[in-house]
Structure formats: structure tokens, C-alpha cells
């Protein structure tokens, strides 16, 4: 019981490393990185505080390598999902109980073991099973990561401390229980930060989880869960399964206990989920909360005042990096026809500039997709944009899988603005440009709005602080993360809480209080202090 009112480490973004040739980080993270990428290790499913095996197992490759085997990891069977619910709610039980401050202590460990020694192993596993240069492993498995833990607390305590008024006649307070039932976390492969930020936030609020990776990330996942171990999250709070989603998820929200989806991943998935849940809903304990972050289609609309470098970066940047596999990674802008030429110019040397090839060497700015089926659909809109009339290879768009997943980053310029690769979420290295009219910026921006079915982020870039506040303006319902002269990539926690709407998810804002106030239930108390004896009021005479 607490016997203080505590106030928590004050939250700050974890500075990014350089990683400059013959620094400390850097030898320590190629160190790991060569260590892991030649031994082999077998991942278990984690249940219970336990490792689980079936001997039923599938490897693991890295993408820039996928002859090369680093892994194994068990696939669950049916029983086990079942056994992670239930030792879910066996834990539930004390965990939901805990005081707050000692599961703010576990979390605070957390950041501090991935800060410290687990840094470099943590970076290189993302380096070597994602495909992540070790800038971006930085950015993501170290820094967002540790970001996400200690800013959790720190909202934590902000939410408990948001109470009602009181009076001298009785005294009202709310408690922010966790969820009534075990929770569903399924994480993408894309983010190290997002697999371990889903699962955990939950956790933190005193909800227990039943935990489904991406079958790409099970070897970062498992260093998450390692870090966790040594952190003090007791056995049955959050339960690792590997395996098939839909037999997985099925056993899962067939379970009347089940309360809450924290989900990121593709569009469809999340609406497959939805739809699962509401066919559903009437054997559920509870209304299920649901929380989804899924695709987008995200845009860079440069304005005639523009500068064209500035352009040109925002381009560079926001759609190659990681490969274009961000769910916030620039996949279509729109150029004017003044500054045409000089953007092509300058993003024609940026891509060419660029090298590929694996991780370990940090020279390289790009490397592999992440499986081959990846690397084929890419190759097919590649492939239709070379034949199509309407759409022009200006960069790129050549690809090789005899080694690993290689996609050239790749631009086509296109005189259709509804053309394919404008519409469709590619996540890979292809970004498409639309050269406009210089004087139709307002037909533009309606374009903008109209041309996607998703809304996560965008950017605009202009000198003219008129264009600035129209595109502002117009496209309100575009984006959930909104840039102005800069790419539409790179969120910080605790800076620019992250995520869309329409079909880009349910804009819940990871890495905010918005976030964590889905995972909790209050209830209001009120305690009067001298009970009326008369049921007789005034009026009544």
C-alpha cells in the first residue's frame, strides 16, 4: 500500500547516438551484430514465466541474407494460446493490484537495462533480422523504445493525478482500473519500439497480455522479453505466442474474457479483427477496447515558394529510409512545375548517391525488403510502371533476390494523379510524383485529400505562410501527423504523439496519455461525509 504521494523520474527523450567510425557504440553494435549473425539460437514461446518449445519450429533469416539461418522459434499450438489466457488471469489477480509505483519501477528498469547493456544487442538484432541500418536501429530499438517506457510512467502518473472536484460535504476521487480480462497485443515487424511499446503500456496500467509478434521480428522480440525478465514483470503478465495469427487470434477472441485489441499492422488485418470482435460481442465480460494503428498512403505536397533542395530531401529522406517500410514513410508528392527540374536534378543525385547492401556495413543507406513476398509485390508495380504509358522510371527500379530482398529505390513520375502506385500502399522503396500546374495549388490540395483512403501523415513545404495555413487547413482530415518544411517521417515520444485516422487506424496517439486512457476503466467514488437521515427535501416544505 502506498504510503506517499510519489513523483516519478522526469521523462526525456534518450539522446541518439552517432555511431561515427571507431566510436565506442559503434564497435560495440558491429561486435554483436557479428556474434549473432554467426551462432544460431532457439527462440521458445514465453508462457507463464516459462519457455515453452513444440519441437514444431520455422527459421529465421536475416532479409539482406535469407540463405543464411541465424534461428529457430516454436510455433504455437492451440493448448498454449489457452494456457497464455489463463495464466493471464491467474496473474491478473495480483498484477492488477500492484500499486502503481512499483509497476512504474519495473518499466523505469526497463528503459534504463535497454539505455545501458542491452543497447547494442537490442540494435543489432533489429539490424540483422530487420534489415535496419544502424542509424534507424538506433532511432527505433534503442531510443524510441526507451522513450516510450519512461514517457509511459510519466502519463501514468498524469492520468491518476486527473481527479474530479470536491466539496465539504463529500469527497470524489477516480481510480483508473485496468480492463476487466486479459488483453491481445499484435505488433508489425517494422518497429522493435512498436513490438515492445504495445504489450508493455497495457502492462503498465495493470492489464495482463497475451502477446502475438510479427513472425519477421521474433528475434528482436525475444531480446524485448529478455530486457522485461531482468526488469521484474512477473510471470503471466505479458505471454509471448509465435505462430499462425488466425488460429492464434481466433482462440483468442473466443474467449469471453478477452477485453482489448492493441494492434498495428495492415488495414485489412485490423478490419478482418473489427469484424471478428463485433460478431462476437455478445459473449464478451465487456466491450472490448480497440486500439489499431494500420496503413498509410503518405504525401509530400510542395508549394511554388518551395525550396527545391529542401524538396528534394524531404523526398530522399521520407521515402527511402528503412526501405520506404515505415508506416509514416512519404510514398506520393506532389511537385510544382516551377521547381520541377531542380527537384529531379537533386533527388536523381540523392538516390544515386545512395548504397545497398547489408547492415553490418554502415556505409550502406539502404538495405533489404523485408520477406520475399515483399520484394515480389514491389516488383510488380515496378514492372507495370515500366510498361505503362501514364508512368515514368526516372530513378531506380531495378531489384535482385538471389541474396537477399534488394529493392533499388525508386521513383516514377507519373502524368496521372490517380495512378496506381499514387493510391496504393507499396510499403517498400517506390515513391511516385505528380507534376502539377504551379498555379493550382488549391485544386492540388483537394486532390491531396481525395486520392487515399488513408490519413496518417504528410507534409507540406513552402515559404509562403499563406500556402502554409491552406494546406493546413484543407487537408485537416489528411493526416493525424501533420509536417510543415520538413518530411512526414520521425515522430518523437512525448513530442509528436503518433497516429491517423480514416483507414489508417483509430488515432489513439501512441506514445500519449490519450493511449494509455484506452487501456484503463475508472470508477468513481464518492464518499459522503454526514449521510442524510430524512428523504425530505426543501421543496417538499
Not at 534461428?71 to 504455437?76: E, N, S
Request: proline share 5%.
Amino acid at each position: 500500500m502506498a504510503r506517499g504521494f510519489f513523483n516519478v523520474p522526469v521523462a526525456v527523450n534518450e539522446p541518439v547516438k552517432g555511431y561515427a567510425p571507431n566510436s565506442p557504440e559503434r564497435e560495440a553494435v558491429i561486435k554483436a551484430y557479428k556474434e549473432m549473425y554467426n551462432s544460431t539460437i532457439d527462440v521458445p514461446m514465453y508462457i507463464n514465466g516459462k519457455d515453452v518449445t513444440t519441437g514444431n519450429t520455422r527459421t529465421m533469416s536475416p532479409p539482406h541474407d535469407h540463405k543464411h539461418i541465424v534461428g529457430t522459434y516454436h510455433l504455437a499450438e492451440k493448448s498454449h494460446v489457452e494456457e497464455a489466457i489463463a495464466t493471464a488471469l491467474e496473474a491478473r489477480k495480483s498484477w492488477s493490484q500492484m500499486p502503481w509505483e512499483q509497476r512504474a519501477g519495473i518499466f523505469l528498469k526497463a528503459a534504463e537495462l535497454i539505455a545501458g547493456p542491452y543497447r547494442a544487442k537490442i540494435n543489432a538484432a533489429t539490424m540483422m533480422a530487420q534489415s535496419k541500418t544502424v542509424h534507424q536501429a538506433e532511432i527505433d530499438a534503442a531510443c524510441e523504445l526507451i522513450d516510450f517506457l519512461r514517457f509511459n510512467v510519466q502519463f501514468m502518473t498524469d492520468i491518476y493525478m486527473e481527479q474530479p472536484e470536491s466539496t465539504s460535504d463529500a469527497w470524489n476521487r477516480v481510480e483508473y482500473r485496468p480492463l476487466e480480462g486479459f488483453t491481445y497485443a499484435v505488433t508489425p515487424f517494422n518497429f522493435t519500439a512498436i513490438a515492445g511499446n504495445l504489450p508493455s503500456c497495457m502492462a503498465l496500467m495493470g492489464n495482463v497480455v497475451v502477446w502475438k509478434p510479427s513472425n519477421n521480428q521474433i528475434y528482436s522480440a525475444k531480446v524485448i522479453m529478455d530486457v522485461f525478465k531482468e526488469a521484474g514483470v512477473p510471470d503471466g503478465v505479458i505471454n509471448v505466442v509465435f505462430g499462425n495469427a488466425g488460429m492464434i487470434t481466433d482462440t483468442i477472441m473466443a474467449d469471453p474474457n478477452f477485453a482489448g485489441l492493441h494492434y498495428t499492422g495492415s488495414t485489412p488485418v485490423f478490419q478482418s479483427l473489427w469484424k471478428q470482435i463485433a460478431n462476437n460481442i455478445e459473449n464478451y465480460r465487456t466491450y472490448p477496447r480497440i486500439v489499431g494503428e494500420t496503413g498509410g498512403k503518405d504525401f509530400i505536397v510542395a508549394h511554388k515558394s518551395a525550396v527545391a533542395e529542401q524538396v528534394a530531401t524531404a523526398i530522399s529522406r521520407g521515402a527511402f529510409e528503412f526501405q520506404g517500410q515505415k508506416c509514416s514513410a512519404a510514398s506520393r508528392a506532389y511537385v510544382p512545375t516551377n521547381l520541377w527540374e531542380d527537384v529531379k536534378n537533386h533527388v536523381i543525385k540523392d538516390v544515386k548517391s545512395f548504397k545497398m547492401g547489408s547492415p553490418e556495413d554502415t556505409n550502406n543507406f539502404i538495405t533489404a525488403v523485408i520477406n520475399e513476398g515483399s520484394f515480389d509485390k514491389l516488383a510488380t508495380y515496378i514492372e507495370a510502371a515500366k510498361k505503362d504509358a501514364d508512368a515514368e522510371i526516372i530513378v531506380g527500379g531495378g531489384y535482385d533476390k538471389s541474396k537477399g530482398y534488394f529493392i533499388e529505390p525508386t521513383i516514377i513520375v507519373t502524368s496521372n494523379p490517380k495512378y496506381s502506385t499514387m493510391c496504393t500502399e507499396l510499403f517498400g522503396p517506390v515513391m511516385t510524383i505528380f507534376v502539377y500546374d504551379e498555379n493550382k495549388f488549391s485544386e492540388t490540395l483537394k486532390l491531396v485529400d481525395e486520392t487515399s483512403e488513408y490519413a496518417l501523415t504528410g507534409a507540406v513545404l513552402s515559404t509562403c505562410r499563406y500556402a502554409i495555413e491552406e494546406a493546413t487547413r484543407v487537408l485537416e482530415n489528411a493526416a493525424g501527423n501533420f509536417y510543415v518544411n520538413d518530411k512526414p517521417t520521425g515522430a518523437v515520444v512525448g513530442q509528436q504523439p503518433f497516429g491517423g485516422a480514416r483507414a489508417s487506424g483509430t488515432n489513439d496517439k501512441a506514445g500519449s496519455a490519450q493511449n494509455l486512457m484506452r487501456w484503463v476503466s475508472p470508477r468513481m467514488i464518492k464518499e459522503t461525509f454526514v449521510t442524510p437521515v430524512d428523504y425530505r427535501y426543501p421543496f417538499l416544505g
